[in-house]
């Protein structure tokens, strides 16, 4: 738990403006859409966006499946909690208010469950999996920058008691998530 | 520093590099719907369709270009201690007041103020929330150069188009599965003494301004028509559509009929 604390940390910490070129290669050719997948220890994967001299990298956890709307899950048993990802809350901007569902309420795979609003945008939040809200994090309520600074840990949103197992197959594992925001920060 | 003990653990490791090359995209395509005055509620209406439209890829990247007659407006959080009067006075003065699902605070909307709603997907242009109001927030102000107005991004948490210390447009955003919806305000020259009337976007002892005050009373602008295409044109430029279809639609209804 810590490690992945220090992996979205790291990847935060290292969130800064810099001369592409200086970075990777050094050289005079333009580097623009490099991307490097390292993985650590295992357990996750750090991407790095290189675009418009800004530098960014964003932490994938292994242990967890991934929607293509950018939320996460990690399963337990018949348990999950969802959350949405350090890519998501990037391109988000500063979390100011956390809209949460009601416990006891369904959520369905795919639909929305909830908001966040950031910039004066509010984007909603959909569920990745089916099954019935059991907890919701309350600590968004006071505290909304939670899901920047902890998005997979602190920052988790809501807690679902499964349905069954059935949405699992649809999601991404982390190395199909990672080539998937590859892919649509390429086509901007 | 952290970034030098990701590079001891060289064992651990499996990295793999490579230069993707910005990809050549294709036309980017968008229609502009020229509406005219639309009641709030109706132009409410017509969003939701066509984000349901657009979802389903009925239709293609679409912007509406509008004014609304008097509204005041809140966005999701609700924040009615931002309304200084009681709706009862609000609709004296012959003014709608509405709750909606978009992001931001308290504002007005008028005659003589452009409204600007994209109905785009964000997802297809590979853009975040704060990437696209970056550009909104871009279009307002290139369209202020336009006339000499140095207008500039508002800084953290203050989101928005100011000049100095004056709010000359403001911007209040819903995005559902990566769809766009409301937009941008920019103040060309409305009644800026409806917004005595609440705390403009949440923040206090801060002026709102227009276009016209900026460029001084003396000095007369070209019509309403030609600043809502010249901002429209600054959105297109900034956003990257090449191709662009204007649509009059000044008579159509809130279920996109004409």
Redo the contacts between chains.
Sequence with gaps: MARSL?AT??AS??RINVPCRGFATGSDLP????????????MYL?YVNCENNFLSIHAVLKDLKYAD?HEWVRVEGESATVGITDH?Q?????V??V?LPEEGSKVEQGA?FG?V????????V?SPVSGKVVEVNKKLSDSPGLVNSSPYEDGWIIKVELEDDSDLPCLMDPERYTKFC?K????? | M??CR?SL?GS????????????M?GPRSIEIWKMGAVNYLEALKLQEKLTSDRKTHKIKDTLLSLQHPPTFTL???RTVHNVLVSEAELKAMGAELHYT????DATFHGPRQVILYPIISL???????????ENLESTMIELASLYGVKARAGE??E??VWVGQRKIGA????????ITSHGLAFNIDPDLNYFKHIVP?GIPDKEVTSLQKEVGLGQKLPSEQVIHEQLVSCFTKIFGYTDVTWRDKTSVSSDGNE
């Design positions: 220090w940390r790291a910490y290292l580097i623009c859409g490099t991307r490097v997948g390292v993985t650590f220890h295992g750090l709307s998501a990037d391109h988000l901007g500063e100011v208010y809209e929305s908001a609003e950031s910039v004066k945008a509010t984007s909603d959909n590859e649509e920060d390429a086509s901007r | 952290k970034k990701i653990y651990c490791f499996r990295h793999f590099l490579f230069i993707s090359p910005q990809e995209r966005g999701k959080r699902e978009r992001g931001g997802r297809d242009i590979g853009t975040g929330a704060r990437k696209y109001v953290t948490g989101t928005g911007i209040g955003v819903r995005i559902s599965s990566g976007c």
